[in-house]
C-alpha cells in the first residue's frame, strides 16, 4: 500500500506561482507512475499532469503545458508539481496519485493510490 500526502496549496494571485508537494509512504514511488490530477467545484476530476518512472518521461494536459511541471525526487519519496503563471480558470483541489503501470493514462481509473487533496484557489 501507498500512501500519498498533499501540501502546499493557498490562495495567490493571477500570475503568481505555487509548488505542490505529495509525500509518499508505505512503498517507495521510485517504480510507480505518478500524475496530479484536479477537480474544481461541479467539474469532474481531471488529468494535469503525469511521470513515467520507467523512462522517467512527462506529459501534460494542454491547459498547462508550458506553466505546471510535474518531478520527482526519489531519495525524498515526494511528487512535486511546479504551478506558474497561475490564472483563476485552475482554481481547484489538487491530488496526486500514483499506480504501477498507468501507461500515460489521464484517467482517474486507472490509478490506485490517492492524497487527500489540497485546495488551491488563484484570485484574479
Known amino acids: 500500500q501507498v500512501q500519498l500526502v498533499e501540501s502546499g496549496g493557498g490562495l495567490v494571485q493571477a500570475g503568481g506561482s505555487l509548488r505542490l508537494s505529495c509525500a509518499a509512504s508505505g512503498r517507495t514511488l521510485s517504480r510507480y507512475d505518478v500524475a496530479w490530477f484536479r477537480q474544481a467545484p461541479g467539474k469532474e476530476r481531471e488529468f494535469v499532469a503525469g511521470?513515467?518512472?520507467?523512462?522517467?518521461?512527462?506529459y501534460y494536459a494542454d491547459a498547462v503545458k508550458g506553466r505546471f511541471t510535474i518531478s520527482k525526487d526519489n531519495a525524498k519519496n515526494t511528487v512535486y508539481l511546479q504551478m506558474n503563471s497561475l490564472e483563476p480558470e485552475d482554481t481547484a483541489v489538487y491530488y496526486c496519485?500514483?499506480?504501477?503501470?498507468?501507461?500515460?493514462?489521464?484517467?482517474?481509473?486507472?490509478?490506485?493510490?490517492w492524497g487527500q487533496g489540497t485546495q488551491v484557489t488563484v484570485s484574479s
Open positions: 496519485a500514483a499506480d504501477h503501470a498507468a501507461y500515460y493514462s489521464r484517467r482517474p481509473g486507472t490509478y490506485d493510490y
Open positions: 511521470l513515467t518512472w520507467s523512462d522517467g518521461n512527462t
